[in-house]
Structure formats: structure tokens, C-alpha cells
């Protein structure tokens, strides 16, 4: 239990407040055998080893000293001065005769077996290099790329890995079965993480939409056009697409990891809602509005690599999609939300009240329960632990080496400049900017529909009642999520194990091959019967299919682009947050109008949003081929492309 709570931020407090007296790692345990890799003067030993004749003598002397004049748990001093803790060269035999895994404290039931690790020729996107700029640093520093199998199998031998030309000084799992490793986490741990994350972005999410229920109350005693009001909902959308570009890159950096970025942002989002309830300005309104939705990015940019943290790539998946709910459910459930607390109080600034309530409550989850889980972080600190503990200077992690190896110029032009470039040259990456961006930004278009149908023109709804014609949308999100499962059981996973651990980038695109469709019926269907002759359960109906075409177009297009260009991973979905953010930003602020005006100009009045959902519509016909075109023609593509892999 102890052990939870330590790697927790309010664990880490406490660690850090007792002067790393509580809280301990299993480092700074009495009990702790350190590997003979990580000892001072190792290295030099291992290259005499292979230089010189005395090879035998020295290692001799090293055993017979270690028996002869040093207790278990005493360091151990070389004519040369080096200490050497506790972990020798036949630690083999110590291991054996203990059931001890060499950097693992002798605790009870402690077992050094574990199933072999799923094989998989790519790292997960959390430890994979995310730009060339990475794997140029991870080259020069002489440390292993390697895949996920290499990740799980490090430094079972340290000989091995001198015969393999890595540095034995370079701090990796002390095994397949480490207990501090993110994959080797316990199911219920990752399914409670993946809850934490799942909460948090929702809440992100449904303040962006929360605001519409009171729009026309602001635009009342504000003085404003309705269409000016609307900024409140597209300025925090286009605050959670620039966001990222500056904060999500943080928890990239080994030395900070994901909780830092996770919780102080979040703080910072929390207090920022009761300004903006409270503020009369509008101007300032709006300010807010937007730094709101820049410190509550980092979750929505980084929420998936958070997962990928955890789980092997054939598991993934059906994990990703999980966390997809609350990405497209958060905008579509919060008019439900804000409706019901404008109804109450016919105050718009009340609909901003349960975004800080949301947010509050998962700060606090998160500073108690969520665990660090990315592994250059946690590897990072334990090489900071082992360097105080061997007093070897030269111990470092593959990430901190990273580091050392990047200049701000290279990060910012990782972050800032590469994803502009990779849209504007890489037609891949152009279209399915646009595909995503389309969809992003219809849903937002669409949304503005709701009010007209269910409350001003057909059904006379309140705005709270308005609020469960939503519930459609998350109904469909579930039943969309269910397909999804069920293909990945009967086909992603046999496809995974068929192909030897690598999927082709065109196989991610099977989703959306089918589930677009759904996009052009629902805007049709829902455009059509949205008519106060037929039951408004039917446009409900139709509504819920959105989330369909929503969930696999998201599943598939950001699957494909981080398989399809694993050197610029970083940048290449950058792009594609910040593109779907800004047309997401700029499409709701004619929605009101083109709804209108089209109906004003060819009628019927019984059909107040067909017009304006056949135009919608139609631009989703327009996109459902280019899933097909890439399936079938993308490895020639990938080919052409200056930036994809081949």
C-alpha cells in the first residue's frame, strides 16, 4: 500500500519533506543488492577483463575479498578505492540460491520469474523517440534503441550487454519482472490509471461545450451578438489545441515526467474557473476562457501515451479506445451538464461552476492516486538514487542521456516548427489533418443544431431536457466501443501475432473504413426527421450514430500517423491536435447562421436544420473514400513521403 501511495505527487511530497526518510525506494533499503553493473569501477574492470592476462587473478581477488573479509551488506574496497556495494561477480549463484533478483530488496514471496514479454519491433510512443532529434541523441549516447521485448529483457547479464557494445553504466530494469516498470503494473492498477485519465479528460473536454446552454444569456448582459458569445466556446477550443505545443513536450523530459505537468496544470485550470465565473468583464471573459482550455491540454495531447505506458501494443488498443469515450463524449455530454445547472439558476455563469466542481475532484484523485508512469522519469530518478548509493558518477538513463544530447533550439524546433512543416509538405499528413479537423469541427457546428431542434423551433425542450438528447451520443460511443472490442479479439490481435509483432501502418485504418459512413447518416437522418410530426426520439436516434463515425476515424487516423511516421511521432500528431483545434475554433462561430440562413432560403420552415445538416453532410461524403485510398495505395505513398517509414 505504501509502496501506491509513494509514487504518487502527494507520495513524492512526503518523500521529499522527510529528507527521503519516508517513502523510501528499494534503493535506499538496508536490504538492497545493487547489480554488478552499476558498481564503481565496473566498466574499467570489464575492459581490463578484456584486455588483459590477469582476467582470472583479478576476478579471483574480487571473490576471495568479498568472502574472506566482507559480510553481506558491507561495501566492499579495492586496493584502487572503489566501493563496491554488495552485488559481485558470482551474484549468479546468490540469485539462485535466494530466489534474489539482483536491484530487487529481499522482501517476502519476491519471486525473479515472469512470463516472457509480448514481442514487438517498436517501442511504445512513451519511450519511443518521438523525433529524429531523439534518435540522433539516443545514437550518440551509445544507448540501446531497441523495441519493447529489449525494454523487458535489459541487463539480465551485464556481460552480455559489454559483449553487445551498450554501457553497462546506462540504468535500465533490473528485469523482465521489475515491479517499477509501467508494463509490469498489476490489471486492476492500469484499469484504475487508465479510470484517472479517462475522468480527467472528459472533464477537460465537456468545458468546452458546458458554455452553450448559456450563450444567449451572455450575449443578453453582455451586450453582444450571439455569434461573439460563441467565443467563449471556441477560444477554449483553440486554448486546447496551442496548448500542447508548449506544455505537452514537458513531460517528454525525463528529469520532469507526466505527473508534474498533469498536476500543476490542472491546478492552475481549477482556480482559473472561479475567475471566470465571477468576471464581468467580457473581454477578460474570453482571456480566461482561452488559458483555460491551454492549461487543461496536457491530459487531451498526452492522455494516450500515458496508456501506452502500460500496456504491451497488442493490448493496447481496446485501452486507447476507452480513453477515446471521454475524448468524444466530453464535448457531447457537456450541454447536459451546463444545461441543467443554467436551468436551475438562468445564470450562464453557473455553467461554469461544475467544470470547477469536475476538475476540483480530479485534481484531487490525482494528486493522491495517480502513479508516475512514464518510464524515462521513473528510470531517470532511479539512476539519480543509484549514482548517492554507488557513488558512480558515470550511471545514467537512456532518457537523461537524451537529454543531455538535445539543445533548446532542437526541442523547439521539434515542437513549435516541424509540425507546421510536416502539414504543409507531407500530403499524408495534410488530408488526414483535414479528415480529423472535418469531423472535429462538424461535431462543434452540429452541436449548435441541438437548441434549434429540442428547445427554440420543434420540441420546446428545456435546456436541461435539451441536455439528455445528448445521452444519444454516449450510447453510441459505448455500442461503438463494443464493435471495437470485438474486432480486436477477432482480427487486430490474430492480425498482431500473425505478423510477428508489427502491424502495417494500413492495417489501423480498418476502422474507419467502416465507420464513417455513419457520419453522413446521422447528419442526413437527424437533419430530416428533426420535424415536430415525427417523435423526437427518431433525430435522437440518428444523433447517436455520430459518435460511431467519430470514435473509428479517431481510432484509425491517429494510429496510422504515429505507425506511419515513427521518427516525427511528436510532431506529426501535434499537428494534428492543433489542426483540428483551430477548425474546431472557427467553424461553431457560423453555425448559428448558416443554420438559419439556409432554412430562411429554401425552407421548409417545419425543417428548421435539414439544409444545414445535408451541407455538413455532403462535406462528410466527401472524406469517406480517403481511409480506402490510403488503405489500399498508402505503402506507395509511405514510399514518396520525405517523412513516413517504408
Known sequence: MLELIRDTFFGQLIYLASSRKRMQFPEEKADFIVPEQYRLGYKEAQQKRNTSPQEGAEKSYFAQERKSTHPRGSPLQTPGGDVFVNAHHDAQSIR??????????????????????????????????????????????????????????????????????????????????????????SQPKKAFVTS????????????????????????????????????????????????????????????????????????VFVVLQVPTALISSTAGFFILRFLAGVFGSPPLATGGATISDMFHPKVRAPWIGVWGISCVCGPALGPLIGGFAFDGTNNYAWTIWPILFASGGALLLLIFTLPETSSTNILARRAARLRKLTGNKELRSQGEIIQANMTGKEIAMMTLVRPFLLTILDPMVLLLNLLIGLVYAILYVWLEAFPIVYVEAVYTFNYGEMGLAFLSILVGA??????????????????FDRKGGRLDPEDRLEPALVSLIFLPICLFGFGWTATASIHWIVPTIFAGMFSIGTFGAFQAVLNFLADAYPDYVASVLASNDLFRSIMGAAFPLFARAMFNNLQAMNGPTAFPVAWGCTLLGCLTILFVPLPWVFYFYGPQLRKASRYASY
Not at 206 to 234: C, M, W
Not at 479 to 495: D, G, I, S, T
Open 96 to 185: 539462485d540460491a535466494e530466489g534474489q533478483t539482483p536491484g530487487v530488496a529481499r522482501t517476502p514471496g519476491a519471486t525473479s520469474g515472469a512470463a516472457p514479454p509480448l514481442g514487438s519491433d517498436r517501442e511504445p510512443p512513451s519511450r519511443q523517440s518521438s523525433d529524429r532529434t531523439l534518435d540522433e541523441g539516443r545514437r550518440t549516447s551509445g544507448a540501446q534503441s531497441g523495441d519493447e521485448e529489449k525494454n523487458q529483457k535489459n541487463l539480465p547479464n551485464a556481460h552480455e550487454d559489454d559483449a553487445e557494445g551498450r554501457d553497462p553504466y546506462i540504468v535500465d530494469w533490473y528485469g523482465p519482472d521489475d515491479p517499477q516498470n509501467p508494463l509490469n503494473w
Open 196 to 267: 484517472l485519465l479517462c475522468y480527467l479528460t472528459f472533464s477537460v473536454y465537456a468545458g468546452s461545450s458546458i458554455v452553450t446552454p448559456g450563450l444567449e444569456d451572455f450575449a443578453a448582459k453582455h451586450q453582444v451578438g450571439v455569434v461573439v458569445a460563441t467565443l467563449s466556446l471556441t477560444l477554449y477550443v483553440l486554448g486546447y489545441g496551442i496548448g500542447p505545443m508548449f506544455l505537452s513536450s514537458l513531460s517528454e523530459i525525463p528529469s520532469i515526467g507526466r505527473n508534474v505537468p498533469y498536476i500543476l496544470t490542472l491546478a
Open 478 to 495: 459505448v455500442l461503438a466501443f463494443a464493435a471495437f472490442l470485438w474486432y480486436c479479439k477477432v482480427r487486430l490481435e490474430p492480425m
